[in-house]
């Protein structure tokens, strides 16, 4: 029975490989909406930014965001700071978009 079943699986494997070396150079595809929602994630640049309660350096400071920490953001931007939800925002210039972002 295994000298049946070692074709089929040489076979597979060899679709399989196949599959996977034809898709590594094709082009990224654009970013879905998932459930009609925008993705709107943001890397930070900083080694440390202030999140604020308003979108000025003349808010208080709420918290603090480490460098290459992900956060969720959204498109409302208001004197190069960008809001991040809840009444915090952060300096725009820290920030990077996530690369599947659908948001900018």
């Given at each position: 029975m295994?000298?049946f079943?070692r074709?089929l ?12 070396l034809?898709?590594?150079?094709a082009a ?5 909406l ?5 993705r ?21 400071v709420?918290?603090k ?5 992900l ?14 939800g809840?009444?915090?925002?952060v300096?725009?210039?820290?920030l ?9």
């Amino acid at each position: 029975m295994f000298l049946f079943l070692r074709p089929l699986l040489l076979i597979g494997a060899a679709v399989a490989g196949f599959i996977v070396l034809s898709n590594m150079g094709a082009a990224p595809q654009a970013p879905e909406l998932v459930g009609g929602v925008q993705r709107c994630d943001f890397k930070v640049t900083a080694d440390l930014l202030n999140v604020r309660t308003g979108p000025s350096t003349q808010y208080p400071v709420a918290a603090k965001l480490r460098r290459d920490a992900l956060t969720p953001g959204t498109v409302e931007l208001d004197n190069g700071f960008r809001k991040l939800g809840n009444e915090r925002w952060v300096a725009d210039q820290f920030l990077s978009p996530d690369k599947l972002n659908t948001c900018r």
